[in-house]
Structure formats: structure tokens, C-alpha cells
């Protein structure tokens, strides 16, 4: 919305801004992800949508927002274990095909001040991005992608502390 001199500001344009939409999704299960494959995150479970933007039983890695503007979204990924010589990485990706920088990675013992071998496999690991998205409040949506390269197949964390999440927030209008 652009404002000119002398131009009437209603009460309604105020309140789309500031009672505009957020969320906050939960991964409520363990998904297994394939060896070096990026792959998107189901959230089964919705802390909030004020918007009504996310479905839990269709396309359940997408956010679709009906009301158009820029968007911030962060997204925190956890993997149940890390070991030597693994990266994770997660990002925002939208329409299927943009993935949005920057993106998160968190490597191995390499360059985090842990000795060799030292990662325990009981242990959750996590990175986080955020990106600002324009969405158009029809078609776009947008999701968070992960890659982990474990030489094998490898399941997120879930648990009450420890779920990757998917945020936004509202920003403006185009």
C-alpha cells in the first residue's frame, strides 16, 4: 500500500498490517529423508495459523498464503543423529523450484570444535535459515527444504524439545 499526502488511512488497512498473518508448524513425527537428496518437510502438526495457510492432510510441506505481501519465514531443521563427516543443510524454497539464500548448513566434527568421533548418536543437531518471500495470496507457497549426507538414509528428529519448524510472518503488502 503506498500512502500519498493528504491520502485517508482507514482503520481497516491498519489492522490488515498490524493483526497480519502468522504461523508457527511442527514436525510431529520422524520422516525419513534419503542420502544426499534435498528433500521438503512435513509438518503435521500446527502450533498456530491465523491465516488458515497450511493443510494437515494435503500437500502437508506446504504453506499457501491467501493474503498477498512479503513474508518472513525461518525454518529449524533437526536430524536425530549427526556423524563424523555429515552435513545437514536446510533452506526456504518456493513454487517447488526457488530455493532462497541463505541457507543453513551445519557440518561435522570438522571445524566445530568437537574431536573425531566425538558426536554421540543419542544426540539431536540442528541449523536454521530465513528468508523474506513475496507471495502473490493465490498460488505461491513456500517450504522448507533439507539434505542430509550421512552415506545412507537418515530420519528428522522428533520430540518435545527437539522437532524441526517451519515460522512467518507477515510483513506487508506488495
Avoid: K
Wanted: one cysteine or more.
Amino acid at each position: 500500500m503506498t500512502v500519498f499526502g493528504g491520502a485517508i488511512i482507514y482503520a481497516a488497512d491498519i489492522n490488515a498490517w498490524r493483526d497480519g498473518p502468522v504461523g508457527r508448524l511442527v514436525a510431529s513425527g520422524a520422516q525419513t529423508l534419503t542420502d544426499n537428496v534435498q528433500e521438503a518437510i512435513d509438518f503435521s502438526a500446527e502450533d498456530r495459523d491465523t491465516g488458515g495457510f497450511h493443510s494437515t492432510s494435503v500437500n502437508i510441506s506446504r504453506v499457501t498464503p491467501t493474503v498477498a505481501g512479503y513474508y518472513r519465514v525461518t525454518g529449524t531443521f533437526f536430524i536425530s543423529t549427526l556423524v563424523n563427516g555429515v552435513t545437514i543443510d536446510v533452506n526456504i524454497r518456493t513454487n517447488g523450484v526457488n530455493n532462497l539464500a541463505p541457507a543453513g548448513r551445519l557440518g561435522g566434527a570438522a571445524g566445530h570444535g568437537v574431536a573425531a568421533g566425538a558426536f554421540s548418536t543419542a544426540n539431536a543437531f540442528s541449523t536454521s535459515c530465513t528468508a523474506q518471500v513475496e507471495m502473490d495470496g493465490s498460488t505461491n507457497y513456500f517450504e522448507m527444504m533439507a539434505r542430509q549426507n550421512s552415506g545412507g538414509d537418515d530420519d528428522t528428529n522428533q520430540s518435545s524439545q527437539f522437532s524441526s519448524v517451519l515460522e512467518w510472518e507477515y510483513l506487508r503488502p506488495l
